[in-house]
Structure formats: C-alpha cells, structure tokens
C-alpha cells in the first residue's frame, strides 16, 4: 500500500484546484535518473492506465504502473515546509541509499 499524510493530500488538492485539475488522480512513477539512479515523479492524471494499480489515501487517487510499484511498496508521502525549502518527501523502506540533493534514491 502506499499512502499520503493528510498534510500532502491538503497540498494535493491545494494544487489540483490551483492548477483546475480537480477530480484527476496523482500518478506516481519512479523512473531512471538522478544520482543514486532513481527518482520520483510526481503528476495528474484523469484516469489509470489499464494494468495500474490504484490506491486511495486520504480523499486523494493514486495510479501506479506495475513496474514502480514494485519500488514503491510501503511508501508513505509527507509534505514538508522548512527554511530551506518545502516539497513532497517519500518516506520509502524499499531504499539502500539516497544522494546528497534528496531527489533519488537506490534499491
């Protein structure tokens, strides 16, 4: 199962109607890249593709493809806000290692 905190779906939602995609689902990938050689992708999407996975986690629908959820397992999604900055962070037990600019990850 992978699940947002009710801080990150308020700033889901927050987003969503900033942006008039009210209604979309968040799709999660992890893809190729980055310094530790993968990273997260975050964006909404109107529906699931057909071999995604879906999960709903406090109001917000959530669309994985079978390949990241595999990476993803577990995973709980916080939204943090601090002097140096603020953003989505992934709180995901499936890692072994992380780099110094927080945004990938290794398996």
């Known amino acids: 199962m992978i699940t947002l ?3 990150a779906a308020e700033k889901v939602r927050e987003i969503a109607k900033a942006e008039s995609l009210e209604g979309q689902g968040l799709r999660l990938r992890v893809i190729g890249g980055g310094c530790s ?3 997260y992708d975050l964006y909404f999407e109107e529906k699931p593709g057909e071999m995604d996975e879906t999960f709903e986690s406090n109001g917000v629908n ?3 493809d079978p390949l ?3 990476y993803l397992e577990g995973t709980e999604i916080d939204y943090v806000e601090t002097l140096s ?3 989505f962070k992934f709180n995901n037990p499936n890692i072994t290692g992380t780099c110094g600019c927080g945004s990938s990850f290794s398996v």
């Open 5 to 7: 905190t009710e801080k």
């Open 68 to 70: 990241s959820v595999q």
């Open 37 to 39: 050689g993968f990273s």
């Open 85 to 87: 900055g603020s953003g």
């Open 62 to 64: 959530l669309f994985v």
